[in-house]
């Protein structure tokens, strides 16, 4: 079955890098994404990887995919308070704009001054 | 406005009521899909539409759940004899269609509905 999963929690420092985890079930998946939801606010996109690709960087935030163990991580360098957010890893199974896309449950990034 | 659109932002309706909440997608945008996301959870999705029709409704819970897009635009989801469980923020997002496409999705703000 589709399942992807994330821990819960992540509590760094301002300035610290943060390093958000997923892992992933199915292997046919094309996209990965991860998404960003403020409170009261929708989910935006934040950087998404393909997956014949093994690492996208964009500015601050760094993904890597290992396809083999199927984890997919975020990693966001000196991390700002106005990161604060909760992170979903989505997987899209059928490529391209059939967004049928499965979240995790989402990890709540909390960055103290 | 340049974003998806949702309304009500927040329904508070009795248990068995009937509730029929609106999306209004990005201009151009011919992918329109409902998301369903409950407390502590991640969206879940309900329902595709391409163009005027579902391309997918496998999401759907069970036949209180409803979803239409009559000009390819707007698009209404509704649900019958509404339930305590049903409460949840309903979310909606556009994405076009076209070659090569990454599969991003624009989510609005979400509907909140709260069943008493």
């Known amino acids: 079955g589709e399942d992807v999963e994330q821990s819960l929690f992540l509590s760094v420092r301002e300035g610290d890098s943060s390093v958000i985890n997923c892992t992933y079930t199915?292997?046919?998946?094309?996209?990965l994404y991860w998404y960003k939801q403020e409170p009261g606010a929708g989910l935006q996109l934040l950087t998404y990887?393909?997956?014949?690709?093994d690492m996208k960087q964009d500015q601050r935030l760094t993904v890597l995919l290992n396809k083999k163990d199927k984890h997919l991580s975020l990693r966001i360098a000196d991390t700002q308070t106005g990161d604060s957010a909760i992170y979903f890893c989505a997987e899209n199974l059928y490529g391209g704009s059939q967004g049928n896309l499965i979240f995790g449950k989402g990890t709540k990034l909390s960055v103290k001054p | 406005g340049a974003g998806v659109s949702q309304t009500p932002s927040n329904k508070v309706t009795e248990k068995g009521k009937y509730v029929e909440l609106r999306c209004d997608p990005i201009s151009g945008h011919t992918a329109l899909y409902w998301y369903r996301q409950s407390l502590g959870q991640g969206p879940e999705f309900l329902i595709y539409?391409?163009?005027?029709?579902?391309?997918?409704d496998s999401g759907l819970p069970n036949d209180r759940f409803f979803a239409v897009r009559p000009e390819g635009s707007v698009s209404t989801l509704k649900i019958q004899r509404t339930e305590r469980g049903d409460s949840a923020v309903y979310l909606c997002?556009?994405?076009?269609?076209?070659?090569?496409?990454?599969?991003?999705?624009?989510f609005g703000e979400g509907s909140r509905l709260t069943v008493l």
């Open positions: 990887i393909f997956s014949n690709m």
């Open positions: 539409f391409q163009g005027t029709g579902a391309a997918d």
């Open positions: 997002a556009s994405s076009l269609q076209a070659g090569g496409n990454t599969g991003e999705l624009f």
């Open positions: 199915d292997s046919s998946s094309t996209y």
